[in-house]
């Protein structure tokens, strides 16, 4: 079965400073990984997926991730934080069960604040 | 826009009462998957659907039901319902692929009261 786990429950930075946001997983094969952003009263919004392409993956916003399969880590980071990034991301593993059923484990969320 | 669109958008009934929840996926996706999210337990996996069959359940109370219709649109009706009900409830559609990504709704938010 996949798990994920987010490190840091909350995470502050100052705008313009860099951004790293924890993810591990827990997976018995290759399996594909997303960082989902999700802002205030909205729904969910793919920021970027790693599907056992390139390990280092660009996602919309300036940010990206590297997957680490010795390190079982996923993290999200960006160079210099924005106000507009302010926050809840979630780190989300992908599993397959039989018969087309599909499970998405998602991680418990990291909430972004952006100091001015 | 994800391409996925829920109805209503906000909700407010009574406790013991019964609410249909609308989600329409994106076009040509056959999975659609239902979440609760709320504020002590996070996002939590409730159903999963495709091309009208059920495929994964998670943690979905008995007083929950959901069904797949043919045009692929699916609904989440939840009865005789609970202050503890309370909650964002989204829907998400996917291609069914080794690699398809979840596209979501912008959510239902059911309060009872």
């Known amino acids: 079965a996949q798990s994920v786990t987010q490190l840091d429950s909350h995470v502050s930075v100052s705008e313009g400073t860099p951004v790293l946001l924890r993810c591990n997983y827990s997976?018995?094969?290759?399996?594909?990984l997303f960082w989902y952003v999700q802002h205030p009263n909205k729904g969910l919004q793919l920021l970027l997926k790693?599907?056992?392409?390139?390990?280092l993956v660009k996602g919309i916003n300036g940010f990206e991730a590297e997957f680490k399969k010795s390190e079982t880590s996923f993290h999200l980071t960006k160079p210099s934080a924005h106000m507009s990034d302010a926050a809840e991301y979630f780190c989300?593993?992908?599993?397959?069960?039989?018969?087309?059923?599909?499970?998405?484990?998602f991680g418990p969320g990291t909430r972004l604040s952006v100091l001015p | 826009d994800s391409g996925v669109t829920q109805t209503p958008k906000h909700l407010i009934t009574a406790t013991g009462q019964r609410v249909t929840l609308r989600c329409s996926p994106r076009?040509?996706?056959?999975?659609v998957y239902w979440y609760q999210q709320s504020l002590d337990q996070g996002l939590q996996f409730l159903i999963q659907?495709?091309?009208?069959?059920?495929?994964a359940k998670g943690n979905i109370l008995e007083r929950f039901s959901a069904q797949q219709f043919p045009d692929l649109h699916s609904e989440l009706n939840l009865s005789s319902l609970e202050l503890g009900d309370s909650a964002l409830y989204f829907c998400a559609s996917s291609i069914t692929t080794n690699t398809g990504e979840l596209f979501f709704g912008e959510g239902s938010r059911l309060t009872v009261l």
């Open positions: 997976s018995s094969y290759s399996p594909s």
């Open positions: 790693y599907t056992s392409a390139a390990t």
């Open positions: 989300v593993v992908k599993g397959e069960t039989d018969n087309y059923g599909q499970n998405f484990v």
């Open positions: 659907y495709y091309n009208g069959e059920e495929r």
């Open positions: 076009s040509g996706d056959l999975s």
